[in-house]
């Protein structure tokens, strides 16, 4: 809902006559290959995402994380293929620009590639998605490659793998040592060979995260990897200061919403309880009929 007092500040309006050239998945390619460095934030609803999108976020990553940040789980475990369809409609209806990428949740490509063609086909067809995200290397690589040779483009993840957290004992930083940073580069290769347009590398150390973007054509998108991947990409949430739980050391705040929306909501309750709310609606025009 607006308020009244306030209409929306140039800087968060699109101007009428701007041209909108979306982002597709070859252009981070070549974003790479020029040098750009590519910005990913998630969004989970058309609001959050408008504005995002008209910020000159690259990408949108609809990620499982909305368990976490939005629906109160513990972690993304839980998180539905319904739900993810859902949220990814509403972000694709908020977004002009961006490359829309939604998450494929646990157990939803692991059981068989079959399963993983028509869930990744769902989040396409009726979430409005233009690609996919998976977490893993060779462990879902005919997976992956399927995907791609029927034309649906997948988005690698590799490092902390958050829909594994019970098996790594944890959201605990990957490749730490020697053995584990050279599986993950085979697992980044080989991510590469079966046909990924990125890659996410979360929570290694960064000069894991530095070999692997130079080893590559294809690009890196870090979370708590160091500076020298291809692009960052952040919860939201966290980055507004908007997530009431635990935010990882790496994530820097750009605001306090959650303090902000406390004081909102103060005001607000003094307002209630002192009557001097509500104000009438100036005229019927005040609410948008379509
Ligand atoms: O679900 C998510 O938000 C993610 C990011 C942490 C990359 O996968």
């Given at each position: 809902m607006a308020h009244e007092d306030a209409g929306p500040s140039a800087a968060v309006v699109r101007k009428e006559d701007e041209v909108v050239t979306p982002v597709r998945t070859r252009d981070l390619k070549e974003k790479k290959r020029r040098g750009e460095k590519i910005a990913m934030l998630t969004a989970y609803d058309a609001n959050m995402a408008r504005l995002l999108d008209r910020a000159g976020v690259d990408a949108l990553l609809v990620g499982d994380s909305i368990g976490m940040?939005?629906?109160?789980?513990?972690?993304?475990?839980?998180?539905?293929l319904e739900a993810m369809i859902h949220h990814t409609a509403a972000v694709a209806r908020g977004t002009e620009r961006a490359l829309v990428v939604a998450d494929m949740p646990f157990l939803t490509y692991q059981v068989t590639v079959a399963d993983a063609v028509r869930n990744a086909g769902r989040l396409l067809?009726?979430?409005?998605?233009?690609a996919v995200k998976l977490e893993g290397g060779r462990a879902v690589i005919d997976v992956v490659k399927r995907l791609v040779d029927v034309g649906v483009p997948v988005m690698g993840h590799l490092g902390l793998l958050p829909q594994s957290v019970h098996q790594a004992g944890g959201f605990v930083r990957q490749a730490t040592n020697p053995r584990d940073a050279d599986a993950l580069l085979v697992d980044a290769l080989a991510l590469e060979e079966a046909g990924v347009f990125s890659i996410v590398l979360e929570a290694i150390p960064s000069d894991v995260a530095r070999t692997v973007t130079a080893e590559l054509t294809t690009p890196t998108i870090g979370i708590g990897a160091g500076?020298?991947?291809d692009g960052q990409v952040l919860v939201s949430h966290d980055m507004l200061g908007l997530f009431d739980g635990y935010v990882p050391s790496f994530v820097k705040q750009y605001a306090r919403l959650n303090e902000t929306v406390v004081a909102a909501a103060q005001a607000y309750v003094e307002d209630v309880k002192a009557g001097r709310y509500a104000r009438p609606a100036a005229t019927v025009a005040d609410v948008p009929t379509a």
């Amino acid at each position: 809902m607006a308020h009244e007092d306030a209409g929306p500040s140039a800087a968060v309006v699109r101007k009428e006559d701007e041209v909108v050239t979306p982002v597709r998945t070859r252009d981070l390619k070549e974003k790479k290959r020029r040098g750009e460095k590519i910005a990913m934030l998630t969004a989970y609803d058309a609001n959050m995402a408008r504005l995002l999108d008209r910020a000159g976020v690259d990408a949108l990553l609809v990620g499982d994380s909305i368990g976490m940040v939005m629906l109160g789980y513990k972690n993304t475990v839980p998180v539905t293929l319904e739900a993810m369809i859902h949220h990814t409609a509403a972000v694709a209806r908020g977004t002009e620009r961006a490359l829309v990428v939604a998450d494929m949740p646990f157990l939803t490509y692991q059981v068989t590639v079959a399963d993983a063609v028509r869930n990744a086909g769902r989040l396409l067809q009726e979430g409005g998605a233009a690609a996919v995200k998976l977490e893993g290397g060779r462990a879902v690589i005919d997976v992956v490659k399927r995907l791609v040779d029927v034309g649906v483009p997948v988005m690698g993840h590799l490092g902390l793998l958050p829909q594994s957290v019970h098996q790594a004992g944890g959201f605990v930083r990957q490749a730490t040592n020697p053995r584990d940073a050279d599986a993950l580069l085979v697992d980044a290769l080989a991510l590469e060979e079966a046909g990924v347009f990125s890659i996410v590398l979360e929570a290694i150390p960064s000069d894991v995260a530095r070999t692997v973007t130079a080893e590559l054509t294809t690009p890196t998108i870090g979370i708590g990897a160091g500076p020298d991947c291809d692009g960052q990409v952040l919860v939201s949430h966290d980055m507004l200061g908007l997530f009431d739980g635990y935010v990882p050391s790496f994530v820097k705040q750009y605001a306090r919403l959650n303090e902000t929306v406390v004081a909102a909501a103060q005001a607000y309750v003094e307002d209630v309880k002192a009557g001097r709310y509500a104000r009438p609606a100036a005229t019927v025009a005040d609410v948008p009929t379509a």
